[in-house]
């Protein structure tokens, strides 16, 4: 199995254990949604670049990612990403196979033939994972550590609901010390980051709560080299890739609602398969952009380039 080790003490993640590190989230989440493409070092943003880029994925990067382990919590927005992923197995092409197992106890899925990318979905405890039983005070870092401890996983993530909507900064500057103390006591594991949910006005609202948290999550990620899934990027640009502002997690913007826009305007690209695909708060192409990045961001961690014609060791 191939695992990416990492071991990084930062000075930022020693302050902000002391409420001391970032605040303002110094990012501008401008109305062209854009965002940087690429992180320096071992980072990885994984955003709406990442799914226009699906289809570059060479297949023997899949299989490699296949050899990858994740363990992945969340409470029912983080359960898109599941949804998406079983979309594209079961409707797109069975090279997209995932294995998960969900329990309120730890344990990944036996070893498929053919492989697939196996998921451990919950934490000790529950399979509804809040902050408070995955890194939110000493219990359910505990919790996290206990899974952690089994050297089963070379990959942790964690998906917030609607919290970074109303989180203060201490908060926001508290789960990126725990995120990156986790990274630094388990040195062959990664700890995925990720932004909150969209809200319907962070784009054009300099004032927005949720754009000055999510920014803070990225400039976090960017400036210590950690991955983070922008889960509220992907939110914001259809599979054709237009920009759609101040988008709700819904699928509704101020101007109507691109999930449904797009399947009418490209019923080619959206099968009924896709536009009836239950995403939950959400819509079947939500679920789809997610899972794409999923993957192109499993493929990057398994060693992948991002070229299209990059061959397997």
Known sequence: MQRILIFFVSTCFVLAFLGACGGSGGSDETSTGETAPVFPGDGLLVDHNAALAFEDIPDCWLDQAKQLTLHYAHTSHGGQIIEGLNYLENFVADKYRIA?????????????????????DGNPGDTYVTPERYWDGQTAINWTRSVADTGHYDYSMWSWCTQQSDNSVETVNRYLATMSAFESEYSSMRFILMTGRTDGDQDTNPDSVLRRNNNMVRDYARDHEMVLFDFADLEKYDPNNVFH???HDTCNTPDGYWCGDWCSDYPDQCPNSLASLGCTHSSGPVCFQKAK????????????????????N
């Open 245 to 247: 502002p101040d988008v």
């Open 100 to 120: 998960i197992r969900a329990g309120a106890t730890e344990g990944l899925p036996a070893v498929e033939d053919p492989p697939a990318l196996r998921i451990y």
């Open 293 to 312: 990045a999923f993957w192109w961001m499993m493929a990057r961690l398994a060693g992948w380039n991002g070229e299209a014609g990059q061959a397997c």
